[in-house]
């Protein structure tokens, strides 16, 4: 697969346009009228071009643009999407080969901030991208692993006193769960089953603290500090 860095933004100008009008990730792209529409469009199109580097996965043909900026911390992923007719998997593919590409000891952040679909985009994620964390904080903040060996696993750091038992052990993942009465997570800690209700998210350089609480629904409500480190 092809990684190239797009020097000329406008080059990626017509797929977005042609993307966005399809996927209507923000709200103001819904709007009936296709002047209105092309305008805001235009607008997102100019506000990440601006902040951001522009990378393209290819083979023979387009696969995925993804805009990234660095910021002190991290590395935002403002934007990304796959061209039509790609399948699912070639997408994520191409997505890592990006992040693979950079090569960057910052972890990967992104929010999810498109207003039409959310739940079905997140659950496209959890099912297809294994090397992403869908948080349920605030910004429904995503991380992404730099490699696979960690996937899945999150190392309990801290707890309060009646959870300390559990401090530096494992929590182990398959995915998380998208249902509208509920953002718990499922995890095992030594082959035992906890729920997850995040609470808060700690950016710090290298890593991410995830700060939930944690119960095994039925006489245990504690809480605890999950470290991600990619």
Request: glycine share 4%; proline share 1%; aromatic share 14%.
């Amino acid at each position: 697969m092809k990684i190239t860095q797009i020097k000329d933004k406008e080059e990626v100008w017509e797929d977005f346009y042609i993307f966005c009008r399809k996927s209507k990730p923000y709200r103001k792209m819904q709007v009936g009228s296709n002047n209105m529409q092309k305008r805001f469009i235009r607008e997102y199109f100019d506000m990440f071009s601006l902040g951001c580097d522009v990378y393209l996965a290819s083979e023979e043909s387009k696969i995925g643009y993804v805009f990234i900026n660095e910021e002190e911390r991290f590395n935002h992923v403002a934007f990304l999407f796959g061209m039509g007719g790609s399948k699912f998997t070639k997408m994520i593919k191409g997505f890592h080969e990006i992040l693979d590409h950079i090569n960057s000891p910052k972890y990967f952040k992104s929010e999810i901030r498109r207003s039409f679909k959310t739940d079905i985009y997140k659950r496209w994620i959890d099912k297809y991208d294994k090397r992403a964390i869908i948080l349920s904080d605030e910004d429904q903040t995503v991380l992404w692993y730099n490699s696979d060996k960690m996937i899945g696993q999150l190392k309990v750091v801290a707890s309060n006193e009646i959870a300390n038992h559990l401090v530096g052990k494992t929590a182990e993942y398959n995915g998380f769960v998208f249902k509208k009465d509920t953002t718990v997570t499922s995890v095992l800690i030594d082959k035992k089953k906890y729920l997850l209700d995040i609470k808060d998210v700690e950016f710090l350089r290298d890593s991410v603290v995830i700060n939930t609480l944690i119960s095994n629904d039925e006489d245990f409500v504690g809480r605890v500090s999950l470290l991600f480190k990619p």
